[in-house]
Every structure is written in C-alpha cells, then in structure tokens.
T-cell receptor
Framework: EPEVTQTPSHQVTQMGQEVILRCVPISNHLYFYWYRQILGQKVEFLVSFYNNEISEKSEIFDDQFSVERPDGSNFTLKIRSTKLEDSAMYFC???????????????FGPGTRLTVL | DAKTTQPPSMDCAEGRAANLPCNHSTISGNEYVYWYRQIHSQGPQYIIHGLKNNETNEMASLIITEDRKSSTLILPHATLRDTAVYYCIVSLNAGNMLTFGGGTRLMVKP
C-alpha cells in the first residue's frame, strides 16, 4: 500500500541553524501538507500546497518557514533559523481529489522529530 | 470548520466493541466527518469518513445521526493495538486543513 515517507526520523540541531525536513508524498497525490505536534500538545496545521504554490497557511507558518516541491517526488519544509520552540514532531501529509468526489483523505507520514538545542 | 467535542478518555475491554462519540452541532451541509487516530507519537492514521450516510470499512463503522450533529465511531472488536487517541474532525472539501482537537484517549484493556 502506498504511503507517505519522511526523512530524517530524528533531527537534532543547534538554535539558529537551518533545517530541511523532507517528505515523499504518495505518488499520484496533488495536495501536500505540513503539520506539527509539540510534545504533549495537539496536532497543528502549518501549511498546505497545491499546484506548486501555498494554498493555505496558519499563523505559525511565519517568514522562518518555507515549503518547496523541488522535483516530482519530494516536498520539503525549511526552517531558516530554528528556535527552541520549534522542537516538535513534524508530519507531512498528502491527499488526492478523487475523480467525481468533492472530498479527499489526507494520509500522514511517520513524522520527523526535530530537537533544537 | 465546525468544532467537535469528544470525551477526553474511554476504556474498553479487549474483544468488545468500542463506541466513540463525537458532537459537531455546528457542522454545515457540505462538511464531512473524518476520524483519525494517533498511536503514541506516530503520524495520524486515517480511519473513516462520511457525509450523512453511515459508512463501514475494514477498520471501523461510522454512524452519523440524521441531523448530522453527532456521530459515533465503532471499532467492532477492539484489540490492545487499538489503544490510541481518536480524533473526530469536520472538514470541507479537498485541500482543506484538518483541525485536530484533543481527541479521545481510548485504552483497550485485557
């Protein structure tokens, strides 16, 4: 069964450093998302991406964050200058608008645990 | 998106049916009800979704009331591996963000 994959599974970085989290969405999916979950808290939406542009973003997704689909398979989240409070699990998800239906299902990857020291 | 209300926790005996309720009294006509679960800190796992008809798949059944103001997720024969946080989410069409609440922490006990 197709699945979303994410690398690395765990990333440790120093405050102020740039990190890039990588995701390979399910191959025929058109919509891509990033969510995050700070330890012990709710899963929070960051950004959605469709047709090579951001379609929606939350207040969390400020100028320190960017997303890119550099090729036909990868979807990346970049944090330019990490802060301690960026420590969290980051989940990538993808979905497809099924022909003839107006709904889709988002499928999540296993996540990347980001630890900022 | 409409807000949902779920009990914070529930217990269920292994092998018995787990019935997880969700209230979504402000749901609009074109919003779907989705159920996901999260085991430990793994990525949320899709379970099932529906608009107004009851739905069943290999994992669960979803019962939506006629007025669509509430729904119930049914795991017909809960196992220890079903211990997880279950999220009820209402969402519009494709590409819309999912808003996760606190969910229901289901503990399946032997």
């Amino acid at each position: 069964e197709p699945e979303v994959t994410q690398t690395p599974s765990h990333q440790v970085t120093q405050m102020g450093q740039e990190v890039i989290l990588r995701c390979v969405p399910i191959s025929n999916h058109l919509y891509f998302y990033w969510y995050r979950q700070i330890l012990g808290q709710k899963v929070e939406f960051l950004v959605s991406f469709y047709n090579n542009e951001i379609s929606e973003k939350s207040e969390i997704f400020d100028d320190q964050f960017s997303v890119e689909r550099p090729d036909g398979s990868n979807f990346t989240l970049k944090i330019r200058s990490t802060k301690l409070e960026d420590s969290a699990m980051y989940f990538c998800a993808s979905s497809d608008l099924l022909a003839g239906l107006s709904t889709d299902t988002q499928y999540f990857g296993p996540g990347t645990r980001l630890t900022v020291l | 998106d409409a807000k949902t209300t779920q009990p914070p926790s529930m217990d269920c005996a292994e092998g018995r049916a787990a019935n997880l309720p969700c209230n979504h009294s402000t749901i609009s006509g074109n919003e779907y009800v989705y159920w996901y679960r999260q085991i430990h800190s793994q990525g949320p796992q899709y379970i099932i979704h529906g608009l107004k008809n009851n739905e069943t798949n290999e994992m669960a059944s979803l019962i939506i009331t006629e007025d669509r103001k509430s729904s119930t997720l049914i795991l017909p024969h809960a196992t220890l591996r079903d211990t997880a946080v279950y999220y009820c989410i209402v969402s519009l069409n494709a590409g819309n963000m999912l808003t996760f609440g606190g969910g229901t922490r289901l503990m399946v006990k032997p």
